[in-house]
């Protein structure tokens, strides 16, 4: 059971807007900055988003990345096909969970 | 170019024991942290824990404390994961990554990661 807290799945279909959502708690997302991951088929995953909504070089600005209290959420607009991919909210944990969790992550298919 | 690369898949029994490399190239080895992180067959994420090559200063999750030992060796540039007695349970995929840090900017991620090394632990 993961400290925070994903929906497994979602879904959308080309040119869709979709959102994941990612709960936490005060000694995580509540007091801390929140990553986000994209883990393509089988590869490794790839940093998408930093310090809840920053992109870094070469991350379309389609993706994009909030914060409200103890909660995050990532968008994606304009759903492609080669979106379809497990994503992972993270964040530092100030209790003995950490220093960093992970969400269970969430299965993003494009239909 | 910046980049982690580490070593090939393994296939042990239990009971072995095994260590696993990521080298990192292209960038200062000694001035970024280096974690390791477990996805076992289907599943999700999970830090395992990291160490600073400059210093060696380490910390681990409480969940793999006392379980996996992590090490590096600056002169070679290179970052460790060890097991003294592999279970059935290892068995997963072992990502090496870098975080990269700036409190000003308020920048905390792991940006680079390594391709990831198969280990499987069978009888």
């Known amino acids: 059971q993961s400290v925070l807290t994903q929906p497994p799945s979602a879904s959308g279909t080309p040119g869709q807007r979709v959102t994941i959502s990612c709960s936490g708690s005060s000694s995580n997302i509540g007091s801390n900055t929140v990553n986000w991951y994209q883990q393509l088929p089988g590869t490794a995953p790839k940093l998408l988003i930093y310090s809840n909504n920053q992109r870094p070089s070469g991350v379309p600005d389609r993706f994009s990345g909030s914060k409200s209290g103890t909660s995050a959420s990532l968008a994606i607009s304009g759903l492609q096909s080669e979106d379809e991919a497990d994503y992972y909210c993270a964040a530092w944990d100030d209790s003995l969970n950490g220093p960093w969790v992970f969400g269970g992550g969430t299965k993003l298919t494009v239909l | 170019e910046v980049q982690l690369v580490q070593s090939g898949a393994e296939v042990k029994k239990p009971g072995e024991s095994l260590k696993i490399s990521c080298k990192g190239s292209g960038y200062s080895f000694t001035s970024y942290w280096i974690g390791w992180v477990r996805q076992m067959p289907g599943k999700g994420l999970e830090w395992m824990g990291i160490?600073?090559?400059?210093?060696?200063?380490?910390r681990y999750s409480p969940s793999f404390q006392g379980q996996v030992t992590i090490s590096a060796d600056k002169s070679i540039s290179t970052a460790y994961l060890q097991w003294s007695s592999l279970k059935a349970s290892d068995t997963a995929m072992y990502y090496c990554?870098?975080?990269?840090?700036?409190?000003?900017?308020?920048?905390?991620?792991?940006?680079?990661w390594g391709q990831g090394t198969m280990v499987t632990v069978s009888s």
């Open positions: 160490i600073y090559p400059g210093d060696s200063d380490t």
């Open positions: 990554v870098r975080r990269d840090y700036d409190s000003s900017l308020g920048l905390d991620a792991f940006d680079i």
